[in-house]
């Protein structure tokens, strides 16, 4: 079943700015997807107008295979934009992250619960009574990134959910990225981070300077493409260009690495 289903998106900004263009994807249900690309190339455009913020100039996107209203699936959808100010705005970061599921006539027993539990899963109840603009961009964004969450969508639209954010909170959000996914949710990720891909994606779609989606695949197919990579002035992962060419089966992580080295490998290419 598609969770998401875009024809022919086409945006250009006032002044004239193509920012998309002519842009085809599906997304079904449960699945992890990146749109990685380099500053500019339209990632976040895209990202915004898969999740209905702004209306396309052309093509149309449909959810859940149902409709083409974004409006009547906001209990369903939640979009992270890559500006953290756009989500907090109330006196404190406990309201903004109730504000989501107030508006969704949640009850307030149900909204606590939510704050409740997300604030546990990310490690904000520190945070919770200090009014947002007094937290430090890392902190911002993981604030934002919570008030995406309390909404509990099964589809999550995710522009850089980590820059800005230090390691062992950066492995915090990826672990609840993973506990979501394994939930079912569906995840799309923009990044201009190689690195980050294999950790939030299977798929890939892969954004050119020019608005375009210049390839599509799997993660594993699209990150060990140095040539594809480089040519959308991407650089391919630390460990990718350490084994390239001296293993069959490239690594894409540390972690991955690691257990090849364990194992005794990496197998010499003959
Ligand atoms: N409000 C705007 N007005 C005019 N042009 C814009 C506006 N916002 C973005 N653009 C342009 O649209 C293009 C795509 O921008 P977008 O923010 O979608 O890129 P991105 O891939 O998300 O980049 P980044 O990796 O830096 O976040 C760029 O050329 C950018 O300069
Ligand atoms: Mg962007």
């Given at each position: 079943m598609t969770a998401?289903e875009?024809?022919?998106?086409?945006y250009?900004?006032p002044d004239?700015?193509?920012?998309?263009?002519g842009?085809?994807?599906?997304?079904?249900r449960?699945?992890?997807?990146?749109?990685?690309?380099p500053n500019g190339?339209?990632?976040?455009?895209?990202?915004?107008?898969?999740?209905?913020?702004v209306?396309p100039?052309?093509?149309?996107v449909?959810?859940?295979g149902e409709t083409?209203?974004?409006?009547?699936?906001?209990?369903?959808?939640s979009?992270?934009?890559?500006?953290p100010?756009d989500y907090?705005?109330?006196?404190?970061?406990?309201?903004d992250?109730a504000?989501?599921?107030?508006?969704l006539?949640?009850?307030?027993?149900e909204?606590d619960?939510?704050?409740?539990r997300?604030?546990?899963?990310?490690?904000l109840?520190g945070l919770?009574?200090?009014?947002?603009?007094r937290?430090s961009?890392g902190?911002?964004?993981?604030a934002?990134?919570?008030?995406a969450?309390?909404?509990?969508?099964?589809?999550?639209?995710?522009?850089?959910?980590?820059s800005?954010?230090?390691?062992?909170n950066?492995?915090?959000?990826?672990d609840?990225l993973?506990?979501?996914?394994?939930e079912g949710?569906?995840?799309?990720?923009?990044?201009p981070d190689?690195?980050?891909v294999?950790?939030v994606?299977?798929r890939?779609?892969?954004l050119?300077?020019?608005?375009?989606?210049?390839?599509?695949?799997?993660?594993?197919?699209?990150?060990?493409?140095?040539?594809?990579?480089?040519?959308?002035?991407?650089?391919p992962?630390?460990?990718?260009r350490?084994f390239e060419?001296?293993?069959a089966d490239?690594?894409?992580?540390?972690?991955e690495?690691?257990?090849?080295?364990?194992a005794?490998?990496?197998?010499?290419?003959?």
């Amino acid at each position: 079943m598609t969770a998401i289903e875009a024809t022919g998106l086409r945006y250009a900004y006032p002044d004239g700015t193509l920012a998309v263009d002519g842009v085809d994807v599906t997304i079904d249900r449960g699945e992890r997807v990146a749109l990685l690309g380099p500053n500019g190339a339209g990632k976040s455009t895209l990202l915004e107008l898969l999740g209905g913020l702004v209306e396309p100039d052309g093509g149309r996107v449909r959810y859940f295979g149902e409709t083409t209203d974004a409006d009547t699936v906001r209990s369903r959808l939640s979009v992270l934009t890559q500006n953290p100010a756009d989500y907090l705005f109330n006196p404190t970061v406990r309201e903004d992250l109730a504000y989501g599921p107030a508006q969704l006539d949640c009850g307030r027993a149900e909204v606590d619960r939510r704050v409740e539990r997300v604030a546990d899963r990310l490690d904000l109840h520190g945070l919770l009574s200090k009014p947002p603009f007094r937290l430090s961009g890392g902190e911002q964004r993981r604030a934002a990134l919570a008030s995406a969450l309390t909404v509990e969508p099964d589809v999550l639209l995710l522009d850089e959910p980590v820059s800005n954010v230090d390691a062992a909170n950066r492995a915090t959000v990826l672990d609840l990225l993973d506990d979501l996914a394994a939930e079912g949710v569906t995840l799309v990720v923009s990044t201009p981070d190689t690195e980050l891909v294999p950790h939030v994606a299977d798929r890939v779609l892969l954004l050119d300077a020019t608005g375009t989606v210049t390839a599509r695949g799997a993660a594993r197919d699209v990150l060990t493409d140095t040539d594809l990579l480089r040519d959308c002035d991407l650089r391919p992962p630390q460990v990718v260009r350490l084994f390239e060419g001296r293993t069959a089966d490239v690594p894409l992580t540390v972690s991955e690495a690691a257990g090849r080295l364990d194992a005794g490998r990496p197998d010499t290419v003959e």
